[in-house]
């Protein structure tokens, strides 16, 4: 997830260095605004690929985590693309019941 961060706020992405300084302005002042650290950032994430993951096999390889913030709230985007729907519920969650 840190290494993701990092790559995305210095990655050159072919927009103009002004695009990109806006972009990780709102990003910097995303995760400012949230309060979360990065660890709990992290677990977060961890904690909501397990869930999903017990429904639907995701493609962990093509998983996006972002902060959006307006003046008025601060969103967690996440995008988890989908490979297929599972018939029944991941083995852990079998295991567990």
């Known amino acids: 997830m840190i290494l993701e961060l990092i790559e995305r706020l210095f990655s050159r992405s072919g927009k103009n260095s002004g695009e990109d300084a806006r972009r990780r302005l709102k990003l910097v002042i995303a995760n400012d605004r949230s309060g979360l650290s990065p660890e709990m950032m992290e677990e977060m ?6 869930v999903v993951s017990r429904y639907v096999e ?23 693309p989908v490979r297929r729907v599972r018939r029944t519920k991941a083995k852990s969650e079998a295991q567990e019941s």
């Open 45 to 50: 994430r961890r904690e909501i690929v397990e």
């Open 58 to 80: 995701i493609d962990p390889g093509e998983m996006e985590f972002s902060l959006e913030s307006d003046q008025r709230m601060t969103a967690l985007i996440a995008n988890l």
